[in-house]
């Protein structure tokens, strides 16, 4: 028996959301359970961990993971947990090894998760039997074209399955230039005190928000930037209006993506954006012979967010790809990976690794913003009354556009369909009984042949 009314708690038909949803723990544990433990989840990139024995940590809901390419160059998980006791046995953060030893009793393991040495095993143990005592491994992994994503379902759709459709739009960002694309640095991590979903709502597909969230930021940056940032997104402190013109929203089968569809605008904050902008346009004609005209002319090089439920944003334009890690259902820590074609030039990436960590860095001038409002919407529905209440987000109902790409399209940056999409497939989650039934009906993959090429 389901534990809450799910209906109740997202009305689709009015488009409404009970505020408990970003408070109750008893809700935050059954999206642990129902949403982190049965999804695909995202771990990292490959070009994080070119050399055997390369390894990063990172998050599957609130588990702490290791990702490890073995001596056999095989790339696998695990729990980061000592099958002894429960140690951490990884405290860094990423880097080259040869094992992971727990700094408790010293055991150790091998990359490959094996149970490599036990201090004093002869003398205190009779025939421990270590080949059952390995580090537990992420029974799932898979790639799609670089990007890793584990999973804790063993009955889980395969990854490809899980994205659907929204393979389309990624193509755009991993496929377009010849090297493919490449993760910069280390991530940058901001621990923010809200609720997990209210940065994946914004991420996903806001653009009510920016003129008067960052009203100061956008002045700041339009006075050392390059003059496009007046006009980010067709709207800014200096003029609120909007230009919905050619942008798109789409809702697909479990994802989302919002897109301004001009090949150009994603780099309308950067100072520096011309280096950056005559790449693109060198590429363009590869891009355009690659993926078909409507993506490489008009999605390549665009500010577009793709949203990969529950908790991942791609984000071309601004460069960076997003992950939000729960931590407890008031707080959550946001990890920020710049990214970029690997052909760049050097310099180039520099510009734009300069620029994540200028907007969306730890002190980032939008970063902070964004903070301050989720943890003030999540905080608020500390109150018995104001958690009774319903967040609206009705904007753009019915509102459809023409589309040739998948899914269905709803015109303008100025929407909330992606929220809206984004609270249906937490429903759905939510509701569903195995891990099949998260994901939502994709494009039939023959007519998106027939559709796309
Ligand atoms: S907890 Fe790891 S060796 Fe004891
Ligand atoms: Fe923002």
């Known amino acids: ?79 980061n947990a000592c099958t002894h006791r429960g140690n951490k046995v990884c405290q860094a953060e990423g880097g080259n090894t040869r094992s992971f030893t727990c700094s408790y009793h010293g055991w150790s393991y091998n990359t490959e998760g094996d149970l490599a040495g036990v201090p004093l095993e002869k003398e205190i143990y009779d025939n421990l039997d270590r080949a059952s005592l390995g580090l537990v491994p992420v ?65 996903i597909g806001d653009g009510y928000h920016v003129a008067w969230a960052h009203a100061g930021a956008m002045s700041v940056l339009g006075a050392i930037g390059n003059g496009r940032s007046d006009n980010v997104l067709g709207i800014s402190a200096n003029n609120t209006g909007v230009d919905q013109a050619g942008a798109i929203e789409v809702v697909m089968n479990t994802h989302t993506v919002l897109t301004t569809l001009d090949g150009q605008s994603g780099y309308a904050l950067y100072d520096h954006p011309d280096p950056v902008l005559e790449h693109i346009e060198k590429n363009r004609p590869q891009a355009i012979e690659k993926l078909g005209a409507l993506r ?80 003030s919407i999540t ?33 303008g940056l100025v929407n909330e369909a992606c929220q809206r999409g984004f609270y249906d497939q937490w429903r759905r989650a939510m509701e569903a009984a195995d891990a099949h039934g998260i994901i939502g009906e994709a494009t039939p993959v023959a007519l998106r042949e027939v559709r796309h090429g």
């Open 379 to 411: 905080h608020s529905a500390a109150g018995y009354a104001t958690r009774q209440m319903k967040g609206f987000l009705g904007m753009g109902m019915g509102r459809k556009v023409p589309w040739d790409g998948p899914g269905e399209a709803s015109p």
């Open 139 to 203: 029974p799932r992994l898979e790639s799609y074209k670089g990007l890793l994503f584990g999973c804790f379902s063993e009955d889980a759709p395969s990854l490809l399955d899980y994205l659907g459709d929204i393979t389309w739009y990624i193509d755009v960002v991993t496929d377009s230039a010849k090297g493919g694309l490449e993760v910069v640095g280390t991530p940058y991590r901001t621990e923010i005190p809200g609720n997990w979903k209210l940065p994946v709502e914004n991420a």
């Open 1 to 79: 028996m389901k534990k809450f009314d799910y209906q109740t708690l997202v009305d689709s038909q009015k488009a409404l959301q009970q505020r408990s949803i970003f408070w109750d723990p008893a809700i935050y544990e059954e999206e642990l359970k129902q949403i982190f433990n049965r999804c695909w989840l995202f771990l990292g990139h490959e070009t994080q961990l070119p050399q055997p024995g390369d390894f990063i940590r990172t998050y599957m809901g609130e588990d702490d993971v290791i990702v490890v390419r073995g001596k056999d160059k095989v790339i696998r998980a695990f729990l």
């Open 296 to 375: 490489g002319k008009q999605l390549y090089g665009s500010e577009t967010h793709i949203g990969v439920f529950p908790n991942l944003q791609i984000i071309q334009g601004l460069n960076f790809i997003r992950i939000i890690h729960p931590k407890g259902p008031g707080k959550f820590e946001v990890w920020t990976y710049g990214m970029c074609e690997r052909e760049m030039p050097e310099e180039t990436k520099g510009i734009i690794q300069n620029h994540v960590r200028q907007t969306f860095g730890p002190a980032g001038l939008l970063e902070g913003d964004d903070g301050d409002f989720v943890e």
